[in-house]
């Protein structure tokens, strides 16, 4: 059902969020062939092969996450999460159809790429961590 803002008798501090939401609810979710989903998913392309090259350096050289390449697994792994919840609110085409209804579109996602997806962003943030609690990668003599 469509409701505005204001119907749901909440604080006023409360509902300044909620205009945010309200101008997301035109947009999401996102239409699979529209514009946003296709530069990000050009996007993921790029990152994927950086993420290629990347991952197996950082794997082979015990330093590997200096300074350029620790940027780069952050905005890897904030790319990454972001497109994970992206994936829950994208449609999807289904017998010709655009598919839009949002539990639809999780379920779907739940039972296809959503596990591997999880895998490799909790590796990300995981590798960041580890990175973090063993001294910024500083080794001891």
């Known amino acids: 059902t469509m409701y505005d ?5 909440l604080p006023e ?3 300044e969020g909620l205009g945010v939401i309200s101008r997301l609810k035109g947009r ?3 239409h ?6 296709s530069a990000l998913d050009l996007m993921s392309l ?3 092969l950086l993420d290629s090259v990347v991952v197996p350096y950082t794997l082979a050289w015990s330093n590997a996450l200096q300074d350029p390449m620790l940027v780069f697994s952050w905005v890897s792994a904030i790319f990454w999460t972001y497109d994970l919840v992206l994936n829950f609110l994208t449609g ?4 010709d159809t655009v598919v839009t209804s949002i539990p639809k579109i999780a379920k ?3 039972k296809s790429w959503f596990f591997p997806d999880l895998l490799v962003v909790s590796a990300e943030w995981v ?3 580890v990175w973090y609690i063993l001294g910024g990668g500083v080794e001891s003599s």
Do not use: C, G, T
């Not at 699979?32 to 989903?37: E, F, G, K, M, T």
């Not at 999807?92 to 017998?95: D, E, I, M, N, S």
């Open 46 to 48: 790029v990152l994927l």
């Open 108 to 110: 779907r996602y739940v």
């Open 13 to 15: 501090h409360s509902q």
């Open 28 to 30: 999401l979710p996102l």
């Open 92 to 95: 999807f085409v289904k017998k």
């Open 5 to 9: 803002d204001a119907d749901l008798n």
């Open 127 to 129: 590798s960041i961590m």
């Open 32 to 37: 699979p062939d529209s514009p946003i989903r």
